[in-house]
Structure formats: C-alpha cells, structure tokens
C-alpha cells in the first residue's frame, strides 16, 4: 500500500461527505490517533467504529487496523526528533519551566492508572520469578530502560541480561534463550524489526514475554503474555521515560514483597562483599570535619 496521503488524494472524490470530513480531521492531528484502537478513535470522533471500518476501506485498507498502521507510518516519515522538541519548546515557559515538567509528567504518569491493571503487574512478577534467567531488550532511548531493570533485578539475587543491541547483533545473546526464560521487551510507538524477530523466536521456544509500551501493540504484536501499555504523551512532543520507569519499579517492588524473605538475604550478601573486599561506604575523617564547621 502506498503513502496514506497518496491513497487519500485518489479516492478522495468517491467519499461521502462524512468520510471526507473525517479523514480530513484525521490528517489534521494524525499524532493523535496513532496509538488508539478502533473503539478509542470512533469515541474521539464521536463516530460508531463501524463508520471508521467503513472509511478505512473505502481508502483500500483491510480495517481501521491496516488505516492506523498507515496513520504511524506517516508518524514516522513526517515527525522528525528535531521536530519533536521544537513543539515542546515552544510551548515551554522559561519561568516555571520544572513546574510545566513536573505537572505534565504526573499527568500522564495519572492516565497511566486506566490502562496499566495491577493484575498484569502481579502476573509479570509472578512470571519474572518463576523464570530461570530473564533477557531484556531495550535499543536507542529505551537502552537505560533495560539496563535499570537489568541492575535492579539482578541485586535481588536474579540471573539476568540487559540486550541493547539492534539488528542482528541481538541473536547473539537470544540464542541462549530457553522455554524456561522470560524475554522483556521495551519498544513504543511501533516494535521495530528486531523485536519482532525477538518475539516470534520466543515463541517458536516457547519462552513468555512481557512488552512494556506506549502503543497499542496488544494488536500489532502476537503471543505476548503480558503486555503493559501506557502513553508517555502524544506522538509529537519530546518524550520522558517517566511512565515506563514506574511501571518498572512497580514490578520490582511487587517482586521484593513476593520474594522478601529471598531478597533481603541478597541484598544483605551484596554488602557483606562490600565490607569483605573494602568497598563498603564510610565517611572520611575530612567530610566528618565538614559537617561540624
């Protein structure tokens, strides 16, 4: 199928006057629309979803599905990283600037509760514990993501790996998967093309995976056993990790109370090595002095 625009333009003249209306409303704010199911987008609208189905295709489209990958595609051509923090800027106020960030984050991080289930962080504790080794992909921004979860875990005594590669130099540690591991997987807006491959050789093993995202990947991506999504905000402003990172430490914390009696010994054996081998932390007799003067 070729660019939504193209396909728009040439059957632009056989919509009705509803799905010209539409579609131009659409392309207005397509950012918008690039993470929503059919059901979100029609309520957006004020459409029945069936209006919507209808319209995606009469542009040559499957269903709204096939409409909304067309809708992210276009996301990614036209949306440059330049471009998104051009419109965050210009809608910054240099005098309250933290408070702008701070009322924005805890925004999201409140839309977060409507999607994000604690059942589904139960079971991604649940599955991160009965798991041998756990592997974690996160590539680019997404790369500290995985590493934190990686430093977290591992402190609680779990045989874990961090993988930030992409492209192929990922099998090379996806090849130590087994059907008694967990795989993670970090990836928003879309799954790029080496997360897809990471996902269907899970399930080839028969490995569960967890995939943390923004978008609605419940439909884009197969055989996912938990997927926790949640917007960091729309497409088209500069994007925090604010909202993943709680749903990290939601999962770390629910592990450390399932696990307390496991944990605790762990994080005590970390310190006790650091006492052994002289890397425990002291005040020095010259920050002593510092705090009396």
């Known amino acids: 199928m070729g660019n939504l625009r193209n ?8 919509l009705t006057r ?3 209306n539409l579609i131009q ?3 207005a704010d397509y950012e918008e629309y690039i993470f929503l199911s059919v059901d979100e987008a029609a309520k957006a609208l004020n459409v029945h979803k069936s209006t919507l189905v209808r319209l995606a295709q009469s542009l040559g489209y499957g269903g709204y599905t096939a409409l909304r990958g067309e809708l992210q595609d276009l996301y990614r051509q036209e949306i440059t990283p330049g471009e998104k923090l051009g419109k965050t800027l210009s809608e910054v106020q240099p005098e309250n600037l933290y408070q702008q960030v701070v009322e924005t984050e805890t925004m999201f991080l409140k839309e977060s509760l409507k999607t994000i289930q604690v059942e589904d962080i139960h079971a991604a504790a649940h599955l991160l514990i009965g798991a041998r080794r756990t592997f974690i992909c996160g590539r680019g921004p997404q790369g500290p993501l995985a590493e934190l979860f990686e ?3 591992r402190r609680f005594g779990f045989d874990v790996q961090a993988i930030t590669d992409e492209g192929r130099a990922i099998l090379e540690q996806l090849q130590l998967v087994t059907e ?10 879309a799954v790029p093309q080496e997360h897809r491959h990471a996902i269907s050789l899970a399930r080839e093993i028969g490995c569960p995976v967890i995939l943390i995202t923004d978008s ?5 991506v197969d055989h996912v056993a938990i997927t926790l999504a949640a917007r960091r905000g729309p497409a088209t402003i500069y994007h925090t990790n604010m909202v993943p990172l709680a749903i990290i430490t939601a999962i770390i914390l629910d592990i450390a109370k399932l696990k307390a009696s496991e944990v605790i010994p762990a994080l005590n054996r970390l310190q006790d090595l650091r006492r052994q081998f002289g890397y425990e932390y002291a005040l020095t007799h010259h920050e002593h002095d ?4």
Do not use: H, P, Y
């Open 216 to 220: 609605v990947a419940k439909e884009m």
């Open 180 to 189: 008694e591991d967990a795989l993670i997987v970090f990836s928003f807006i």
């Open 25 to 27: 409303t659409i392309l």
């Open 290 to 293: 510092g705090e009396k003067s």
């Open 151 to 153: 430093f977290r875990l």
């Open 7 to 14: 396909n728009v333009e040439t059957a632009f003249a056989q």
């Open 18 to 20: 509803v799905q010209k």
